[in-house]
């Protein structure tokens, strides 16, 4: 085992001039600072996601408000939903996929580094594009800059007859090339755990995490290619003539829903799956015992992955289609809950028998389990088609998705975070700005999707910049939104603490949280060649058989 | 460790003060009369749904109230003590048997509702139209809607006016769901669930409504800048009113003398282009047909209430009460303006 790097006696490295470190940064292959680089940009774009956010609930406040115009008010929440879905919350997990998988089984790069920058820097250049059309959307006068057509940009609305000037365009670029930089990712990483998994580690001993992000990476290459494909039918549709969505020349408006949620039912698993991968590490831990079911675990994950392939319509509900498939759809989708109840369950089961130790990481990660419990029967009460056909493009929808992404995925990172943070810098975020951050967004997150599911209920569409008074939806609304204040204090909470942390946090250590897999065996932050020599392991808990070798793990399995 | 738990129970008492909070709000009384409240069904395939959803809200808070209390018993019961700080836990790897029955319950459960839900799902949408059902066929765009009875020679917009259907004579009216641009959806929660209006891919749904009254609703599915004002209003009628309501929209509007000013101000500029007038040479389709304008509560898809200022500035700057309306601005006089408004005021 490695535990140490590789220093030369003697030597003394002279620190870089500034310009040589951003080059460094700038050209980097390594994957760790590409895990980095991911991480930053995402943050950076939470930001901006959060901020657009922030006005779609000042608009929302109370009934006939003219914070915004309808124009700007439709702007905001396409991009909020393209920047966060496309821009924080997939670059945000590749990048610990790109910085934890080849640590976590032993492996001192990814297979492809090269291919692995340009994947980076295809994706931000997707949401450098998104962002231009704010400056050059227009293409014409009253045309209107960024795009306004919603984040599945429905046919026609995306056709030019409806959408003219630039701002969809920059949308179908940002997401095809975003897009192959995800194809780029997804193939790196499945090729890093199948073929750079160091000696002993046998597929049946990685880490969940890795486990999860396989399925994860396979499920992009399946997911992401018919939305490219979709993209570049509109493309041609756009400028050269084509009439694949052109519903006034025989087209299909219904052509292009399937083709979107045949990418958007998945992707939604492409973001929980890593998730999963990030509790099913940290549970473990702060209870001081192994996941529980680690065979089912894997089998439950890859049984999501297969049924989520076959759920999609189920956005389609009210599209008017025929009753068997409204069946067949509704079918799936309550399906998808069987394995994911079982996770869940394990979950509940590792922490049964332990000692349970309520860290900043801890916190979050039972604040996941929570919300996605809610999140999850939400998601089978609109499973139920007739059901949906009331709750689909309703306010309940939006609370119901907001619940998996903010509820679930959100807090999940979070946990991740506080868990890896000191792995990444060295030094220990602050357990006391951490716990204040866990309440307030606690706090805030429950005020507003909580209650956001309730004007659903009372009949309030989507995508609406203003209603009627006396509808009953005013107070609720006001509520809402003040919980979204309350989350962008929590938020700037949080980033107050890593910035204050990387410099003034406590020294981490090789293993700050007594765990168990490889990556808490080297230095934080780790060499840039992560092994000095590449471990040799021979259970899933390399780390325990060295703590306890009365009892390793290696004698049973 | 004995901090953190009183920190859980303060975080459970938040919680459930929101869920109370979340049942208060959402009691119909304390909606207006003319609610959206998807649980106060007032026609059968709403009310199918309402029984359904109940349905599928007691299995799910039922999973709900399990899980949730396993996982708070779980937190509590083992937290981690001061005492045995330094001592692992016992380690157990799993136990097949658990998984079993953690596996097999769960697809019962989802057996069962998945029958329920098949059994509504053919209800509604496969019922057969009886041979009196009303035919109407609403033709969504962007941001009005048309209703057209073919088979009573009616043309109106944004206000739908239907029959009660009584338990001992049911009249059902069949919708037929058509779009001239982009995707809209069709929604009165307590008459039925949604359907969208989608270009070349008509659609249809049903209704039965078995009380009189106005019942409010609006377009669901996004559909360009005034999604957010694209409303419904659908009016259910006793036999007698609707029958008068029939032959009132039947009827040409007499001429009345005084309005010649404002209707040649209406034919001599582009208005007749878009709007139908029944009985003149107006004949456009673009926009609201204008036949019995009068008889409407409210202008500009439910945007603002049929007065006569609303109607003037409509006319002079429908930006000011709709912006992002594709009706323009027609710049006129204020002579011609006000010719036009009381020739619109004819048109009852």
Redesign the interface.
């Known amino acids: 085992m490695s535990s140490n790097a590789i220093t030369i006696p003697g030597v003394q490295i002279e620190a870089r001039p500034w310009v040589d470190e951003l080059h460094q940064w700038l050209a980097t292959v390594d994957h760790k600072r590409l895990g980095i680089l991911y991480i930053v940009s995402a943050l950076f774009f939470l930001m901006i996601g959060g901020v657009e956010a922030l006005i779609i609930r000042v608009q929302l406040m109370h009934s006939h408000n003219n914070f915004v115009?309808?124009?700007v008010f439709?702007r905001m929440f396409t991009m909020h939903g393209t920047t966060m879905i496309f821009f924080v919350a997939m670059p945000v997990l590749f990048g610990f996929a790109n910085y934890l998988v080849p640590l976590m089984i032993g492996a001192r790069d990814m297979a492809f580094p090269r291919l692995n920058a340009f994947s980076f820097w295809l994706s931000f250049l997707g949401a450098l594009l998104l962002y231009f059309s704010f400056l050059g959307g227009s293409g014409l006068y009253g045309a209107g800059n960024a795009p306004?057509v919603?984040w599945w940009s429905?046919?026609?609305?995306g056709a030019r007859a409806?959408s003219p000037g630039h701002s969809s365009d920059y949308w179908t670029l940002a997401l095809l090339v975003s897009g192959f930089g995800s194809i780029g990712t997804a193939i790196n990483i499945i090729a890093t755990i199948l073929c750079l998994r160091c000696p002993g580690m046998k597929l049946s001993r990685m880490p969940l995490f890795a486990w999860l992000n396989l399925v994860m990476a396979g499920m992009v290459l399946l997911a992401i290619t018919p939305l490219s494909a979709a993209q570049i039918m509109l493309l041609i549709d756009r400028y050269l003539g084509g009439h694949f969505f052109d519903?006034?020349a025989?087209?299909?408006?219904?052509l292009w829903m399937h083709f979107f949620w045949i990418f958007g039912h998945p992707e939604v698993y492409v973001l929980i799956i890593p998730c999963f991968a990030f509790i099913s590490e940290i549970i473990p831990v702060f209870?001081?015992?192994?996941i529980?079911?680690?065979?089912?675990m894997v089998a439950a994950t890859v049984c999501i992955a297969f049924v989520s392939m076959s759920v999609w319509a189920h956005h389609m509900f009210?599209?008017?289609m025929?009753?068997y498939a409204?069946?067949f759809f509704?079918?799936t989708t309550?399906?998808v809950?069987?394995p994911t109840?079982?996770k869940?369950?394990?979950w509940?089961?590792t922490?049964?028998?332990?000692?349970?130790?309520?860290k900043t990481p801890m916190l979050f990660s039972?604040g996941f389990?929570?919300q996605f419990?809610?999140a999850g029967?939400?998601g089978?009460?609109m499973?139920?088609?007739?059901?949906?056909?009331?709750?689909?493009?309703?306010y309940f929808v939006v609370a119901h998705f907001h619940y998996v992404i903010v509820g679930g995925i959100l807090f999940a990172l979070f946990a991740a975070f506080y868990y890896w943070y000191p792995k990444m810098t060295g030094r220990m975020l602050s357990e006391s700005l951490g716990r204040l951050h866990f309440?307030l967004f606690?706090?805030g997150f429950?005020?507003t999707f909580?209650?956001m599911?309730?004007p659903g209920?009372?009949?309030?569409?989507?995508?609406?910049?203003?209603?009627?008074p006396?509808?009953?939806w005013d107070?609720?609304n006001f509520i809402v939104s003040i919980g979204a204040f309350i989350q962008a204090i929590a938020i700037l909470v949080f980033v107050a603490n890593l910035i204050i942390s990387y410099f003034k946090g406590d020294e981490a250590g090789n293993d700050p949280w007594d765990a168990w897999t490889l990556e808490w065996s080297i230095p934080s932050p780790p060499p840039a060649y992560n092994f000095a020599t590449l471990p040799t392991v021979a259970s899933r808990r390399p780390l325990w058989d060295l703590k306890?070798p009365e009892?390793p793990?290696s004698r049973?399995e | 460790m004995k901090y953190s738990t009183v920190r859980f129970f303060a975080q459970l008492i938040l919680l459930l003060f929101w869920f109370a909070a979340a049942v208060w709000a959402s009691d119909p009384k304390s909606s207006s009369s003319n609610g959206t409240n998807i649980f106060a069904p007032a026609s059968t395939p709403a009310r199918s749904i309402t029984n359904l959803s109940v349905f599928v809200l007691c299995i799910t808070g039922i999973i709900f109230a399990v899980v949730f209390a396993l996982l708070v018993y779980t937190t509590v019961k083992f937290r981690g003590r001061r005492v045995d700080d330094r001592r692992e836990p016992a380690q157990v790897y799993g136990s097949m048997q658990i998984e079993l029955a953690w596996t097999i319950i769960p697809i019962l459960i989802v057996v069962v509702l998945f029958l329920a839900t098949a059994r509504v799902i053919h209800a509604v949408q496969d019922a057969p139209e009886p041979a009196g059902a009303l035919d109407v066929i609403a033709i969504g765009h962007q941001y009005w809607w048309e209703f057209r009875y073919p088979k009573l020679g009616i043309v109106t917009a944004n206000e739908l006016h239907i029959p009660v259907s009584g338990p001992d004579d049911p009249s059902p009216t069949f919708l037929q769901l058509l779009s001239v641009d982009t995707d809209h959806s069709f929604w009165v929660p307590e008459l039925g669930g949604k359907t969208d209006l989608i270009p070349n891919h008509p659609n249809k749904m049903w209704m039965d409504p078995q009380r009189t009254g106005i019942f409010l609703g609006q377009c669901a599915q996004y559909c360009g800048t005034q999604h957010a004002k694209m409303m419904l209003r659908v009016s259910v009628d006793g036999p007698d009113d609707f029958s008068a309501w029939v032959r009132s929209q039947q009827t040409i509007a007499p001429e009345d003398p005084g309005a010649t000013a404002g209707r040649r101000v209406f034919e001599q500029n582009a208005c007749m282009n878009c709007h139908r007038v029944g009985g003149t040479s107006a004949d456009g389709r673009f926009g609201p047909d204008l036949s019995h304008l009068m008889s409407r509560a409210t202008i500009a898809a439910g945007a603002a209430e049929n007065t006569h200022d609303n109607l003037r500035l409509w006319i002079q700057d429908p930006s000011a009460i709709k912006p992002g309306s594709l009706m323009p601005a027609m710049k006129l006089s204020d002579a011609d303006l006000d010719a036009v408004v009381s020739y619109m005021e004819t048109l009852k």
């Open positions: 115009s309808p124009e439709n306004d919603g429905y046919a026609p609305l409806f519903t006034q025989g087209g299909s408006a219904v209870s001081r015992k192994p529980f079911g680690y065979p089912v009210t599209i008017g025929n009753s409204n069946s509704t079918l309550m399906a809950g069987v109840g079982i869940i369950f394990n509940i089961g922490m049964w028998g332990g000692r349970i130790q309520f039972i389990l929570f419990l809610i029967l939400t089978i009460m499973a139920a088609s007739p059901f949906d056909w009331q709750l689909s493009l309703s309440w606690l706090i429950h005020l909580d209650v599911h309730i209920i009372l009949g309030m569409p989507r995508r609406i910049y203003t209603y009627e006396g509808r009953g107070t609720l306890h009892d793990d049973y």
